[in-house]
């Protein structure tokens, strides 16, 4: 089966860096997503990674691990706007599925 | 440039009745997926179709079915409504033109439907 695990939640401060971590299971693995959905929004994409290290797209940053079978996104100079949920998802080469995990709600106080 | 499209936003209907949500996907988009998100979880992957085929399939009763069209728009089908299938559902495309899993998918606002 494939299963993706991830925080439920996690708190900052404005200005701060987060780390979302996650670790997945799944048969094959093309490539480790990240999307963000503010409250009744749609998921908007933000990074994805196929191979192994870091990537890096404005304040935004997406690690991984192939081996570890393990990612994590870095939020750098959070800002009230970033507080929202984020998931990671796996893609499936096999199936072409995009399997998400059950998302982390990132809350930046002031 | 127009993203994707869904139809209807919201929608409550009764247990036993059918239902057709509609996704129009970007412009030169030729996959488009359809997941089911309930609150507090994360989207489930439904179908994904390419070119007006059936690429995958998720863990879902045969009383949800889809279908693209020709010109890349596509419908989910959802008969004998239960309870549960109260929820967001959700319209993703993305470009896929070569064959290449790894294009991002662009989600539309979804459709957000009732059960009563």
């Known amino acids: 089966g494939q299963s993706l695990e991830q925080p439920s939640e996690v708190t900052a401060v404005e200005g701060a860096i987060v780390q979302i971590n996650c670790t997945y299971q799944t048969s094959g693995f093309y490539g480790l997503s990240w999307y963000q959905q503010h409250d009744g929004g749609a998921p908007t994409f933000l990074s994805y990674?196929?191979?192994?290290g870091l990537e890096e797209t404005g304040r935004f940053s997406s690690f991984l691990s192939r081996s570890d079978s393990y990612g994590y996104l870095l939020l750098q100079e959070l800002q009230m706007k970033d507080s929202a949920s984020y998931f990671c998802?796996?893609?499936?080469?096999?199936?072409?599925?995009?399997?998400f995990g059950q998302g982390t709600t990132l809350q930046v106080k002031p | 440039d127009a993203g994707v499209t869904q139809s209807p936003t919201h929608l409550i209907k009764t247990r036993g009745q059918h239902v057709t949500l509609r996704c129009s996907p970007i412009s030169g988009h030729k996959s488009v997926s359809w997941y089911q998100q309930v609150l507090g979880q994360g989207p489930q992957f439904i179908f994904q179709?390419?070119?007006?085929?059936?690429?995958g399939r998720g863990n879902f009763p045969d009383r949800f079915s889809a279908r693209q069209f020709p010109n890349y728009s596509s419908e989910l089908n959802v008969n004998a409504l239960l309870l549960g299938d109260s929820a967001l559902y959700l319209c993703a495309s993305s470009l896929t033109g070569t064959g290449g899993w790894n294009q991002p998918q662009h989600f539309g606002d979804g459709t957000r439907l009732s059960i009563l």
């Open positions: 990674n196929a191979l192994d």
């Open positions: 179709y390419y070119e007006k085929e059936e690429r």
């Open positions: 998802a796996v893609l499936n080469s096999n199936t072409g599925k995009l399997i």
